[in-house]
């Protein structure tokens, strides 16, 4: 897999909002095999949140991916991969963004999810755990009876961060985690609400160059090295109902995938349209790699992680929950 260059440039200011641009695509293409017979969804709702990982959307749009497939997707502002379950189950989206901690969990409680497409990789420094450049913590043991802002409970950022203080002999009993969107949690921990945030991009580069925070610890080291962070999803009876119309989703981002993996130059031109983050902030914040289809292999290592941790009752097989699209037999 292609690994995304990292740069650490000192910039000056960075303007971060939560605004999406919901560029879709219309029409239909006479050589699109997604058209045989007709799909069965032409107009869907796919939920991301506005950060790097979900580039893949915003690029297949861009590019025309979707259209040359007879879709038009219209993006739509998530918080977490956890609150997009009864957004899919209700019909709000048809697919959405999740991280796999999120969804691991929901299949553990019966949820019939299933796994559509791969999206984001850990890699070093795109999730840490961030402090302001005064604060008297100065390790990971330092957070003890401390506050820590996390995106979602019980999810990606606390299984993250648990593994780090367990590194440091602490548990996640021994701090408190307070949810806060991304974009809030910088100006929170300064203005004294939390002692400590796990962030990832481009809020890292924002709270360093505009609040002066610095990095704790890299939460994606040891067990967590290189762990799979996020996917797209759909319900069990979605996919089953639209065989068509997810096998046109799945070609389209996984085109958009590989552009992600292959040139980062194609990700800094997206950024600003979905996230208004600024386009030298896109050239300079450190991404994670863009895997362009799933491997069960590699996801189980997430499902495995969080048995270790009690994240899960019992152990689950991730096979049974992805969704090949036809090419991949």
Known sequence: ???????????????????????????????????????????????????PDSVSLYIANAKGFFKEEGLTVEPVIITGGAVAVPMIESGELDISMTNYVSTFA?????????LVADMYQAAENNFNIMVPKDS???????LK?????????????TLAVTTQLKVAGLTAEDVKFAEKPFPEMGNAIAGGQADAGWITEPFITATQSKLGFRKLADTMTGETENLPIAGWMA???????????????????AKAQELAASDRKEIEARLPDYTKIDAQTASV??????????????LQKVADLMLEYKYLDKPID????????????
């Open 1 to 51: 897999m292609t690994r995304i260059p990292r740069c650490r440039a000192l910039i000056l200011g960075v303007a971060v909002a939560l605004s999406l641009t919901a560029c879709g695509g219309g029409g239909e293409s006479a050589d699109s095999t997604a058209n045989t017979g007709g799909l069965e969804k032409t107009t869907i709702k796919v939920g991301a949140l506005p950060i």
């Open 106 to 114: 929901a299949v553990s409680k019966g949820k019939k999810i299933k």
């Open 136 to 142: 008297p913590i100065k390790t990971v043991a330092d």
């Open 145 to 157: 009876g401390k506050t820590i802002l996390v995106n979602n409970l019980n999810n990606i950022a």
């Open 235 to 253: 319900t069990e009876e979605w996919t089953q109902k639209h065989p068509k119309t997810l096998a046109a989703y799945q070609r389209a981002i």
């Open 285 to 298: 914040i450190t991404l994670g790699t863009y895997p362009s289809e799933l491997n069960a292999d590699r």
């Open 318 to 329: 991730v096979k049974s929950i992805i969704v090949a699209p036809p090419s991949a037999g």
